[in-house]
């Protein structure tokens, strides 16, 4: 399954998720000033930019190293996006990363890894680097702008909550999520197809 910049960017964007973090993220940082929040969040998102570029950048030597070909990433790669894909359609909250309230700064763990750059970002960059290396650079692209708008919608956060109101947040996030199922699928379908067809 070829992508162009747009589809990369908005399959990108669907697995980051954002609008689906925003509860997580507003639980997890309840216990820091508010003065501190926004300094936070622009270093979780720059972390995570930074993992997933290095996914994507060493995509093809890691897959050299463990000698896997593109094929089983395809499929495993759309495996686990289905995964995250049906947990949004039928996830009932954020409070798997809820804070602790020790008032502690998040560094890293979860705001960064995994709640940006989780398995299924890090499998999405990963494939889009091996599946078509000579496009590189506009995947480089199609990953900084959703990443954007990634830490757009979080450091907003708190006025989106308000704004959209909880129901409207979830239904977004469900919609994402059914969006995704079908990518998911397709990429399933076409590692199939190239594992039986193309071998």
């Not at 009932?92 to 020790?102: F, K, L, P, W």
């Not at 590692?191 to 071998?199: H, N, P, S, W």
Request: hydrophobic residues 60%; aromatic residues 8%.
């Amino acid at each position: 399954m070829d992508h162009t910049f747009l589809s990369a960017f908005v399959l990108l964007l669907l697995v980051l998720d954002p609008f689906g973090s925003l509860p997580i993220f507003i639980s997890v940082l309840r216990g820091v000033a508010p003065e501190r929040r926004r300094v936070v969040a622009l270093r979780e998102v720059a972390i995570a930019f930074a993992v997933l570029a290095v996914f994507m950048v060493a995509g093809q030597h890691f897959l050299a190293l463990m000698r896997l070909s593109e094929r089983s990433l395809e499929v495993a790669g759309g495996v686990i996006l289905l995964i995250i894909a049906v947990r949004m359609i039928f996830a009932s909250g954020g409070e798997v990363y809820a804070a602790d309230g020790s008032g502690r700064e998040p560094f890293i763990f979860p705001l960064a890894v995994p709640l940006l750059a989780g398995p299924s970002a890090m499998a999405t960059v990963l494939l889009l680097a091996s599946r078509q290396p000579d496009r590189l650079l506009s995947w480089f692209g199609a990953l900084t702008a959703a990443m954007l708008v990634s830490g757009i919608v979080l450091l907003a956060a708190d006025r989106l909550r308000k704004l959209l109101g909880s129901s409207m947040v979830a239904a977004i996030e469900k919609l994402m999520g059914l969006v995704l199922t079908a990518i998911a699928v397709e990429m399933i379908l076409a590692g199939l197809k190239r594992y039986f067809f193309e071998a």
